[in-house]
């Protein structure tokens, strides 16, 4: 059997202790639980810990993630996709830190139809809640808190899956809320190393908004395709420079120099 690691150890226990407060206390569906830092604090947990915590408490129906924060959930004919879907996945996305990738692969697949089919059918006030939904993440970009960056992003995207007007799509991609988020906040958090591809998302989300509002499908489709596959290049890029960094700190440690260079004079 494979050793957990203490990563896993302190989000088994991270979860374990959010259930118990919401058993202990008595909280019914609806009710707010207390905010990621005061949870963080409360239960000595880093934030990966505890979003990875809540990610799984939310595959398996427990909680939910709103943009005025974390809820208990209610339950009701939805927890079958939250069950059938995300439950199976919450331990490849706590334990497997390459997990993203597979994530950004199933993004294409659903984003880019939601986009395009909300071209076609949103209604005008389909259309304000994504531009609302917008403003409300781009007046967060960069403020240094991936996990509500995250929550507000991922809630821009599933406004525009429920504006396609397709009750599979917007449920699928409602069920896999926990893993957009949990791979949005990754992703953020490697792009904070990069400031400016602030500057670019916010462009890009503009402009896949804009193209929804105009109506235009291809448009929309290839502006979601486009800002996916930015967030996917750049992530690699950044991976890959870590890495390199990693190993030729490594080769100091161990040391391992490059070649002497010839006295000249």
Not at 7 to 35: F, K, N, Q, Y
């Amino acid at each position: 059997m494979t050793e957990r690691t203490p990563r896993a150890r302190v989000t088994d226990r991270v979860e374990a202790e959010i259930e118990a407060l919401i058993r202990d206390r008595g909280l019914e569906p609806g009710d707010r639980l207390p905010s990621e830092r005061a949870l963080a604090d409360r239960l000595s947990a880093s934030r990966t810990s505890l979003r990875e915590a809540i990610g799984r408490l939310a595959a398996r129906g427990l909680v939910e993630v709103r943009k005025t924060g974390l809820v208990v959930a209610r339950p009701g004919p939805r927890a079958w996709a939250h069950d059938g879907i995300s439950a199976p996945l919450a331990p490849l996305v706590a334990h497997h830190a390459g997990f993203g990738h597979d994530v950004m692969e199933i993004r294409h697949a659903l984003e880019g139809a939601a986009a395009y089919y909300a071209a076609r059918r949103a209604d005008p006030a389909a259309v304000g809640r994504i531009a609302q939904a917008l403003e409300t993440m781009i007046a967060g970009h960069g403020q240094a808190d991936p996990g509500e960056e995250a929550r507000q992003d991922a809630a821009f995207h599933l406004a525009i899956a429920e504006a396609s007007n397709n009750a599979i799509l917007h449920q699928v991609m409602s069920s896999l809320f926990s893993l957009l988020q949990a791979s949005i906040s990754e992703s953020l958090e490697k792009l904070y190393l990069v400031p400016s591809t602030f500057e670019a998302l916010s462009r890009q989300h503009r402009e896949l908004y804009q193209a929804i509002a105009a109506g235009d499908a291809d448009r929309a489709r290839a502006a979601s395709n486009a800002h996916l596959a930015f967030v996917e290049t750049t992530i690699r890029q950044i991976d890959e420079d870590l890495a390199r960094k990693a190993r030729a700190s490594a080769a100091r440690a161990a040391g391992i120099t490059g070649p002497a260079h010839p006295n000249n004079s």
